[in-house]
């Protein structure tokens, strides 16, 4: 199943035939897809006696994997740990791995204090919208679910969601949240400089699109902060926001997969 939007991101879910869960996420430049095999037997080496062992691999689109893939996979390894029901499936393994197919070429991010740097934020956004998806394909139980945000901080406009940041210049500081389906913070990685008030009003935008009823402080719409603060986050109530908008595409595979029992 294929998912198209404007301004919102493209997603295959469970296509590929041969592992136990997957999905393929396409937006802003990169294209990542996410394989899940397991629960299946760990090897004696590597088995935990009271709960499962779970492997995160990523994989570049070219070249080989260094410093910086071992930390998006530490990153994404330390998330599943905290939502994946481990101490169900004990001594046995759970493999997650992310093939980036397609990425921008050049990944400079233009910050305000430092300068063209390289970032791999929005990498690691696509990454974690994909591990989400292809786990939930692979019917494993969890805790909870998360949506991945990402937020720039941006001079003179304010808070920018799901921003194109490699067209932005001035960018204050660039953040990747992963909220639950519940509102709670599970994710936090960020580069730049920043205050805690407008940590707070990043918090609030990705908390206000990932589920509206959930409560959070008043964020400030068409005001200021410090004379130069903007925070755009304009919204209708009827406008379907990213956090359902996953729940919706989960929800029609499933309905897809059960659509036999009504035709007996």
Not at 138 to 149: E, G, V
Not at 153 to 169: K, L, S, T
Request: with cysteine; glycine share 6%; proline share 4%.
């Amino acid at each position: 199943m294929k998912v198209e939007e404007e301004d919102h991101p493209d997603i295959k879910f469970s296509h590929l035939n041969r592992a136990d869960g997957s999905a393929t996420y396409s937006k802003a430049g990169f294209t990542i897809i996410g394989a899940v095999n397991g629960p299946v037997e760990a090897q004696r080496r590597d088995e935990l006696a009271e709960e499962a062992v779970i492997e995160v691999t990523v994989r570049q689109a070219s070249g080989f994997g260094g410093p910086d893939d071992r930390h998006l996979e530490s990153t994404i390894h330390s998330t599943l740990r905290h939502i994946i029901l481990v101490q169900n499936f004990p001594r046995m393994l759970i493999q997650v791995t992310l093939q980036v197919v397609e990425a921008p070429k050049d990944k400079v991010v233009d910050f305000l204090d430092e300068g063209p740097t390289e970032s791999n934020l929005p990498l690691l956004h696509a990454l974690l919208q994909t591990t989400m998806l292809a786990v939930q394909s692979a019917a494993i139980p969890l805790t909870t679910t998360f949506t991945s945000f990402l937020v720039a901080n941006v001079m003179g406009f304010g808070i920018e969601m799901g921003p194109d940041v490699w067209e932005m210049e001035q960018i204050c500081s660039l953040h990747v949240l992963g909220m639950t389906s519940d509102g709670k913070l599970l994710v936090d990685s960020a580069e730049g400089v920043w205050e805690f008030e407008v940590w707070e009003l990043v918090i609030d935008a990705a908390k206000a699109e990932c589920c509206p009823s959930a409560p959070h402080t008043k964020i400030i719409e068409n005001g200021d902060y410090d004379g130069e603060m903007e925070v755009d986050v304009k919204k209708e109530e009827e406008e379907e926001n990213m956090g359902q908008k996953m729940k919706d595409v989960v929800k029609r595979e499933i309905q897809k997969e059960q659509k036999w029992k009504q035709e007996i």
